[in-house]
């Protein structure tokens, strides 16, 4: 089955202890991205990456760091997290060559830092 | 300023009539496309219906349609014979240009509720 594959799905952590949410794809996509949700500001994304080894920063990048070293996966670092990184993270992907840009999520991953 | 606008931040309908959720962008790209997802309870994005800004007519899939005017910049998803399962929030986004790398920049979303 096709799909976006993140986890963990839900985490509680504390403040300062670094956070690896990884994120694979299996339709060889040429783009990834990361977004996370916030009530009453919909999704934001943090990082994208257009293929491998290309990253680069979305509206929201600040206290997150990514890497692209293979085509399926895409993992979100959070190596100091801090409360206001409390949000559910949605990986998405897409075929690089697709007009309409169809972005397919994966199911979610809800981060609660303490 | 917002580049998606969607000012109904809660909307309710009776099953089996239909409803228009609202959304507004802003861009000066003439390139451009616009999308609907679907994020039920559970949580996931689910991809509803794409409109591109040079399509002649007016997008639809099965019970979902979009009600596009380029001139006022509006992008209106219309649900007709609502059903529960549309109980869900609903999320209009847009691309700018026309590089499928660009990102999408999505609205606050409208809670919609289907009453018995």
């Known amino acids: 089955e096709a799909q976006v594959t993140q986890n963990p799905r839900y985490l509680i952590t504390v403040t300062g202890k670094k956070l690896t949410v990884t994120c694979s794809q299996n339709m060889n996509h040429e783009y990834m991205s990361w977004y996370r949700q916030d009530p009453g500001l919909g999704l934001r994304q943090i990082y994208y990456?257009?293929?491998?080894?290309?990253?680069d920063k979305g509206d929201v990048p600040e206290g997150y760091k990514v890497s692209r070293k293979e085509k399926r996966n895409f993992p979100l670092i959070l190596e100091s997290p801090s409360p206001n990184q409390t949000s559910l993270y949605f990986c998405?992907?897409?075929?690089?060559?697709?007009?309409?840009?169809?972005?397919?999520f994966g199911a979610g991953s809800r981060l609660t830092v303490l | 300023a917002q580049k998606i606008t969607q000012t109904q931040p809660g909307m309710f309908v009776q099953e089996k009539e239909a409803v228009t959720l609202d959304c507004t962008y802003d861009?000066?790209?003439?390139?451009?496309?616009l999308f609907w997802y679907k994020q039920p309870s559970s949580g996931e994005m689910i991809f509803l219906i794409y409109q591109g800004s040079y399509d002649q007519q007016n997008a639809t899939e099965g019970r979902y349609s979009l009600n596009f005017q380029k001139a006022r910049k509006s992008a209106n998803l219309v649900i007709s014979a609502s059903q529960l399962g549309d109980s869900a929030m609903y999320f209009c986004?847009?691309?700018?240009?026309?590089?499928?790398?660009?990102?999408?920049?999505f609205g606050s979303g409208t809670q919609l509720t289907v009453l018995p």
């Open positions: 990456s257009m293929n491998v080894e290309v990253t």
């Open positions: 861009t000066s790209d003439p390139s451009y496309g």
């Open positions: 986004a847009m691309r700018e240009g026309s590089s499928s790398a660009r990102q999408l920049t």
């Open positions: 998405a992907s897409s075929l690089w060559h697709s007009g309409a840009n169809v972005l397919t």
